[in-house]
């Protein structure tokens, strides 16, 4: 059973586009977040979601916009697609006092062309 | 300059050697400091965490932490070759009801040939 999903996997897309990446944890956990990793591996910090509200927003231009369904969702659309948004997005989740301890998902691969 | 440095490595060692690891951030309000790994194409996964400074011990994985000199390292004793991967620290303040967040060192990679 996989405890954070994320779906698709590849995402291969023009720029321009709009596309969105799902993500859905079965662990009950109260707080999700989304992190960009660059082709160097630097793992950052997008947003995170605590019960279904919004918590964290790092400087992310506003073509990102992430939402939370409920507790065991969150999901990021993407606007207008650029060939720097190409990069690994990965969600996570965790308990809110336990924000060290976060599960990963699988990564969801996007290369803008 | 970031928070948090690593050396990207890649740091190769024979298969029983110890492997060490370790970064350094500017950061005095880090007090929790986790070592992430990561296989090639897959998602982060956490291996040991430590509160303030001191030692861990778990099997293999020995942490420290160093706040006076905003060090921190991993070792790996009697490493393998399944031990072959990236590994990332990541480092956050005070756990707060919400709102945390973990900031990330660029990661090492390692390589533990037979």
């Known amino acids: 059973d996989t405890a954070v999903s994320q779906t698709p996997k590849y995402l291969v897309t023009q720029m321009g586009n709009d596309k969105s990446i799902k993500c859905e944890q079965n662990l009950g956990h109260d707080t999700m977040y989304w992190y960009k990793q660059d082709s160097k591996k630097f793992l950052k910090i997008m947003f995170s979601y605590n019960n279904k509200e919004l918590i964290i927003n790092e400087t ?3 073509r990102f916009s992430p939402k939370s369904p409920d507790k065991a969702h969150l999901n990021l659309h993407i606007n207008s697609l650029e060939l720097g948004d190409s990069a ?6 965790s308990q809110a006092t336990g924000a060290y301890e976060q599960y990963f998902g699988p990564g969801t691969r996007l290369t803008v062309t | 300059q970031k928070e948090v440095e690593q050396d990207p490595g890649p740091l190769s060692v024979p298969e029983g050697a110890i492997v060490s690891l370790n970064c350094t951030y500017s950061n005095s309000a880090f007090q929790y400091f986790m070592w992430y ?3 090639s194409r897959k998602g982060p996964e956490l291996l040991m965490y430590t509160y303030s400074s001191g030692n861990k011990e778990d099997g293999r994985f020995t942490a420290q932490v160093d706040k006076s000199s905003k060090y921190i390292s991993l070792f790996i004793r009697d490493s393998q070759p ?3 991967a990236t590994y990332l620290c990541a480092m956050s303040g005070a756990i707060k009801a919400a709102g945390n967040k973990l900031t990330f060192g660029g990661g090492t990679r390692v390589l533990v040939k037979p």
Do not use: E, L
Not at chain 1, 88 to 93: G, L, M, N, Q, T
């Open chain 2, 37 to 39: 790994r990561q296989y």
């Open chain 1, 88 to 93: 690994v997005y990965f969600c996570a989740s």
């Open chain 2, 82 to 84: 399944s031990d072959s």
């Open chain 1, 60 to 62: 992310v231009p506003n």
